[in-house]
């Protein structure tokens, strides 16, 4: 069974940084890409960014040049690093990881980020 823990969220100011992680756990069998998303209150769950085995990523334009994703295929680990938070960028952050080859698709149990201004 594949599990995923996230940490790193928290409150913070505008102009502030936070760094999140997750780790995955259990089989994965194959290629699989990881990817950060956030909801905020009332809206749809949204992509943040999402990087790939070979570490190509892609961005949701309001994060561009703000946030930065990273993994460490050794440790199961992807990264979100924030920097520049804005309070639009309040919301329950959850990591995804999808396996390429069966489409086998898992979460996060989310991780608040409060962004004050």
């Known amino acids: 069974q594949v599990q995923l823990v996230e940490s790193g969220g928290g409150l913070v100011q505008a102009g502030g940084s936070l760094r999140l992680s997750c780790t995955h756990s259990?089989?994965?069998?194959?290629?699989?890409?990881m990817g950060w998303y956030r909801q905020a209150p009332g809206n749809q769950r949204d992509l943040v960014a999402v990087i790939d085995s070979g570490g190509r990523s892609n961005y949701e334009d309001s994060v561009k040049g703000r946030f930065a994703i990273s993994r460490d295929n050794a440790k199961n680990t992807v990264y979100l690093q924030m920097n520049s938070l804005k309070p639009e960028d309040t919301a329950v952050y959850y990591c995804?990881?999808?396996?390429?080859?069966?489409?086998?698709?898992?979460w996060g149990q989310g991780t608040q980020v409060t962004v004050s201004s």
């Open positions: 259990g089989s994965i069998f194959g290629p699989y890409v």
């Open positions: 995804n990881l999808n396996t390429v080859v069966w489409g086998q698709n898992y």
